[in-house]
């Protein structure tokens, strides 16, 4: 299975927190599945970290290197993708995610149960 990471999954798996299900961890520690990440998630955790959000190793990048997750890039396809959703979710990385879900046919992991309203593919953990 093909997964894209919500953002705050990566985080919660970065930092080993217990509000990762058993389950989510079996399912992005499982070398059947490739674990994705975004550019749009490194993006929104630099930005919270600029504002003063978010706490972030200056090696982050390295840090997720020495993961298996491969990477994705941001794509026109992925952008223009934007007008076609329903505008159910203001934030707009949330709704960037869900775009590449859509255009790559991924399915993205996460705990947030406004993703189940778009027309991709979703696993809440």
């Known amino acids: 299975m093909k997964l894209l990471l919500d ?5 919660w ?4 927190n217990s509000k990762l ?5 079996k399912l992005i520690s499982s ?6 990440v975004s550019a749009v998630s490194i993006w ?11 706490d972030l190793p200056k090696n982050l990048l390295a840090i997720l290197e020495q993961q298996r ?6 794509t026109f396809k992925d952008a223009d993708e934007i ?3 329903p505008v159910i979710h203001s934030d707009p990385f949330d709704r960037m995610l869900i775009a590449q ?3 790559s046919k991924l399915t993205i992991v996460t705990h947030d149960k406004v993703f189940s309203k778009y027309p991709t593919q979703v696993k809440l953990i």
């Open 69 to 74: 997750f491969e990477h994705l890039p941001v």
């Open 31 to 36: 070398p059947n599945n490739a674990i994705i």
């Open 83 to 85: 007008s076609r959703l």
């Open 7 to 11: 953002t705050r999954i990566i985080l």
């Open 44 to 54: 929104e955790m630099r930005i919270k970290e600029q504002l003063g959000k978010l």
């Open 13 to 16: 798996w970065l930092d080993g």
């Open 101 to 103: 879900a859509i255009t």
């Open 21 to 25: 299900s058993r389950e989510a961890v």
